[in-house]
């Protein structure tokens, strides 16, 4: 499938880039999920990540395929970040990117600016716990924080493609399927307000009002995007499987609009079964491409053992580095070729067939559910 190299992509899931100089801890640091280095005389450039680096970024910045680190990062440096990301974001040839503006770490550039540097259209994703934290920073009482949410999120949709849920991270997926009563709402909101100011800290850790934000953001129509499976140490992994999900999606009216569930791996199986029985359901494998490697088209067949191939988006999840929105562009065309290589192989469809089902996936899957005009 050649043309998946020349096919433009829709990112539904990303994040800014640091345009500030970067060390080789700093760096590597940012080629990982981890929060803290590895131990002495180990390299986050021993890794899948680290070898996609070498091999995939490299000649973008006008090196030879699987250059040294210390040459890479020396390169790197000459360019500039600024110059660095330009070349590195401009290659993966993306129409659109959808940022989830709600994650902060030092030095992210602006939405606008991301979209200089790659030449896409820019569009954002309320992250919900994160309003939810600004309202409770401002001062809201606990009374006035339910009606608040509601407000503020109504606000934000007018503005905003979709909204996103940490859920996983704060509460764990088994969501209830019902939202909580007002009553319930106050009563934890003033808990966990009196917890907030205890601790000189706010965030969103109360399964009443991550509830209550879900439920509320869902019912402003826009699609809601869940991180499941993967991710950071403030995670744990099996209360992020997407399958937990059931009874809350089972419960949704069938006018909620789309849920889409991001990265899933190593739930991926999961997920696509969800995806399959539930219309409104969603997947990417978006942060999995970039981890496992040659193992990616594995990955990405196995999800779509079950996902109809009209449940299915492309995402990088690229997060403060380049190189990780450029990995996940050329990481996942590769895998797409090779799964849709392998069915044409078997006659499993017509050449027809495969160029319709990568547009759908890169493209035409992420305009429909998010409203977006082609470029």
Not at 310 to 318: N, Q, R, T, V
Not at 332 to 357: G, K, N, S, Y
Request: aromatic letters at 6%; hydrophobic letters at 45%; glycine letters at 6%.
């Amino acid at each position: 499938m050649d043309e998946t190299a020349d096919l433009p992509l829709v990112d539904q899931h990303c994040h800014p880039v640091v345009l500030e100089p970067l060390d080789r801890a700093g760096f590597e640091l940012l080629l990982t999920e981890a929060h803290e280095p590895g131990p002495a005389g180990t390299s986050q450039f021993d890794t899948q990540v680290g070898l996609a680096v070498r091999r995939w970024c490299a000649p973008v910045l006008g090196l030879e395929a699987h250059a040294d680190p210390d040459a890479y990062l020396t390169r790197r440096a000459e360019l500039g970040p600024r110059e660095a990301a330009r070349l590195l974001l401009g290659a993966c040839r993306t129409s659109d990117l959808l940022v989830d503006t709600g994650l902060r770490h030092p030095g992210l550039c602006e939405p606008a600016e991301l979209a200089g540097l790659s030449g896409g259209r820019v569009h954002e994703v309320t992250r919900i716990e994160a309003v939810v934290e600004e309202l409770a920073a401002s001062g809201v009482e606990a009374a006035a924080l339910g009606p608040a949410v509601a407000d503020a999120l109504a606000d934000r949709a007018a503005r905003s493609v979709a909204f996103k849920t940490v859920a996983a991270y704060r509460v764990g997926l088994e969501l209830p399927a019902d939202p909580p009563s007002s009553a319930d709402v106050r009563r934890a909101a003033d808990r966990w307000l009196t917890d907030c100011e205890w601790k000189d800290r706010y965030r969103l850790d109360d399964p009443t009002l991550v509830a209550h934000a879900v439920h509320t953001s869902l019912s402003l129509g826009l699609p809601l995007q869940v991180h499941t499976g993967y991710g950071d140490p403030d995670l744990t992994l099996h209360r992020a499987d997407p399958s937990l999900l059931t009874p809350f999606l089972r419960a949704l009216p069938p006018a909620t609009g789309p849920v889409v569930l991001l990265h899933c791996y190593p739930y991926h199986r999961q997920a696509a079964y969800l995806a399959n029985v539930f219309p409104q359901v969603l997947v990417d494998v978006s942060l999995a491409v970039n981890h496992v490697g040659p193992r990616g088209p594995a990955v990405l067949a196995e999800t779509l053992e079950l996902a109809p191939f009209g449940s299915l988006l492309y995402a990088s999840d690229g997060f403060a580095l380049a190189e990780l929105h450029h990995l996940g562009a050329v990481l996942f065309r590769r895998a797409l070729a090779r799964v849709l290589d392998e069915w044409l192989a078997d006659d499993a469809m017509t050449a027809d067939d495969a160029r319709r089902i990568a547009r759908l996936v890169a493209h035409d899957n992420a305009r429909r559910t998010y409203h977006l005009e082609p470029s």
